[in-house]
């Protein structure tokens, strides 16, 4: 069953701005990843936290976690065109097989 | 490299003609996974593999088959194909362990069963 859901399910902003997408899940976890798609192409890995982490960065990209709300939050800073995609967030628990939510579509005005 | 290769990338067959997506990666990883996504409801996966002759159901099993005889390849197998089975499908793997789970993806198959 996916674990991850993601928020909002579509996201319109316009270059420069800040783009910010949450993902709550329901179980314990060992890590949680977010991952982005360009249209009809496969995932790419964007991120991952660890349970034990708060806060990690990676350029233009922060992540939070939260496990006592079972929530994370992907922040992308002065967002261009070419970060329009769809993001989702993974979640990975016992058994480390990852589990996707339902994805933010993000569109990034130009 | 490192990648995931699936072929082919796009496929149109008809009802019940029994079809194989191939799925490689060159990674040496463990874990494999095939998903597939639908409108709306986001990546579901179908069967996953933790490593050689060991697969397990995911989701979204029933009309899949799936084995794993050599640890780079993981093919799905479409025995009796039906248009629910249209989606784009998608191969990952990852090297399990408990630090890292970080998954890679094949570029998708879109398949079409009419």
């Known amino acids: 069953s996916q674990q991850g859901e993601e928020d909002p399910q579509a996201l319109s902003i316009q270059e420069g701005e800040n783009a910010t997408m949450n993902c709550s899940y329901k179980?314990?976890?060992?890590?949680l990843q977010w991952y982005r798609q360009n249209s009809g192409r496969g995932l790419v890995h964007l991120i991952l936290?660890?349970?034990?982490?708060r806060e990690k960065h990676s350029g233009r990209l922060r992540v939070t976690l939260d496990t006592s709300k079972k929530s994370s939050s992907l922040l992308i800073t002065a967002s261009r065109a070419a970060d329009t995609a769809s993001y989702f967030c993974?979640?990975?628990?016992?058994?480390?097989?990852?589990?996707f939510g339902r994805g933010t579509s993000l569109i990034v005005h130009p | 490299e490192a990648q995931v290769t699936q072929n082919p990338r796009y496929l149109i067959t008809v009802t019940g003609k029994k079809l194989t997506v191939t799925c490689s990666q060159n990674?040496?990883?463990?874990?494999m996974s095939w998903y597939r996504q639908d409108p709306g409801l986001g990546l579901r996966q179908i069967y996953y593999?933790?490593?050689?002759?060991?697969?397990d159901k995911g989701d979204v099993p029933e009309g899949y088959k799936v084995s794993r005889k050599e640890k780079r390849n993981f093919p799905l197998i479409l025995e009796s194909p039906s248009p629910n089975q249209t989606s784009l499908y998608f191969c990952?793997?990852?090297?399990?362990?408990?630090?890292?789970?970080?998954?890679?993806f094949g570029q998708g198959t879109r398949l079409t069963v009419v």
């Open positions: 990674m040496n990883h463990e874990y």
């Open positions: 936290i660890r349970s034990n982490e």
């Open positions: 593999s933790m490593n050689v002759e060991v697969t």
């Open positions: 990952a793997s990852s090297l399990r362990t408990y630090m890292n789970t970080e998954a890679f």
């Open positions: 179980t314990s976890i060992n890590n």
């Open positions: 993974a979640t990975a628990g016992g058994s480390y097989i990852p589990t």
